[in-house]
């Protein structure tokens, strides 16, 4: 299952949205789905999914053994140690369901809403991929 928890201007309240989500989930682990896929964008007119980790938690919270996959999480938008304490705690959470797939992102305005320079995109997922490895020139 994938979920990106867009809304459009004429459909169902965004709490609703979330809602059946976690209903869906823990549903679907009981009749065998594997996984739950959550992408991320953010400055979106249609309220795409922002923040997939807490959703993450929170499906992991409603289920058992349903896998979990957040994909993708555009890493250079994180603070590095702070993701680290983040997915620490959801492993625990989780009890290890959660995985994780990092990219660069490819939108502009993402990085204009968080304050962080596009062009410094792989610069900034090289330091927020290896914070106490200085980057080789």
């Known amino acids: 299952m994938r979920f990106d928890m867009r809304t459009p201007a004429d459909g169902a309240l965004t709490p ?50 349903l896998n979990i996959l957040a994909a993708a999480a555009v890493l250079p938008l994180y603070h590095p140690v702070r993701l680290a304490e983040d997915i620490s705690v959801q492993d625990n959470l989780s009890r290890g369901r959660v995985a994780y797939v990092f990219g660069i992102g490819h939108r502009p305005e993402e990085y204009e809403h968080i304050g962080v320079d596009p062009g410094q995109s792989g610069t900034a997922a090289d330091a927020a991929r290896a914070p106490h490895v200085a980057l080789q020139q």
Do not use: Q
């Open 16 to 65: 609703a949205l979330y809602d059946a989500a976690l209903d869906m989930c823990a549903w679907a682990e009981t009749r065998g789905a594997v996984m739950a896929v959550l992408s991320e964008h953010h400055a979106t007119a249609d309220g795409h999914l922002p923040a997939p980790l807490i959703l993450a938690s929170a499906i992991a919270a409603r289920t058992k053994v």
